[in-house]
């Protein structure tokens, strides 16, 4: 049987409107994700890190065990990534933290925000489209970029699933 499940990543988003949305505008990712030869898709979620930075060791190697125990074909975080850390500086050294461990792992990751996300607002601090492109840049082959650009806000978008055999969602 040929199944497709579409995540979507705004936490606002209907599945509904998702749905009927993908076919016309779709992310145009670089990597294609499909289900295994036993029919499964594994999904790591970690949400909230906010205002934890710097990690402490304990945090980063729970992070590492899960990922080398689980194996999932996809990591995201899904908002509140780095409560009042979006200044100038303070971002990057905060999000390097779990980002160099998904790039070490070689997992494929994706990101969406949350309110703490963005708090700030001022020339020093990076809006969500500069942290997005943050992201990227540090994420480097490993960051799933699904965004879509027709969507209300920058992280917002579906990640197809496709069949285990093709390329039929």
């Known amino acids: 049987t040929k199944s497709c499940i579409i995540?979507?990543?705004h936490l606002f988003?209907?599945?509904t409107f998702a749905q009927?949305?993908?076919p016309a505008v779709s992310p145009n990712l670089a990597q294609k994700f499909h289900f295994d030869a036993t029919g499964k898709f594994r999904i790591m979620q970690l949400t909230d890190p906010q205002g934890v930075y710097p990690l402490e060791e304990p945090v980063k190697e729970l992070i590492r065990r899960g990922i080398r125990k689980y194996r999932p074909s996809l990591i995201i975080l899904t908002?509140?990534?780095t409560k009042r850390f979006n200044k100038h500086g303070e971002f990057e050294q905060a999000v390097s933290e779990f980002m160099d461990i998904f790039v070490a792992e070689q997992i494929?990751?994706?990101i969406t925000f949350g309110n703490h996300?963005?708090?700030f607002k001022g020339p020093e601090y990076y809006t969500r489209q500069e942290q997005y492109d943050i992201y990227k840049q540090l994420g480097g082959k490993y960051f799933v970029d699904f965004?879509?650009?027709e969507l209300s806000g920058v992280g917002s978008g579906a990640i197809p699933i496709l069949s285990t055999d093709d390329d039929t969602p």
């Open 13 to 15: 988003a209907m599945t």
């Open 108 to 110: 494929p990751h994706a």
């Open 147 to 149: 965004d879509i650009a």
């Open 7 to 9: 995540i979507t990543l």
């Open 79 to 81: 908002g509140d990534n």
């Open 20 to 22: 009927s949305t993908l």
């Open 117 to 119: 996300d963005s708090e």
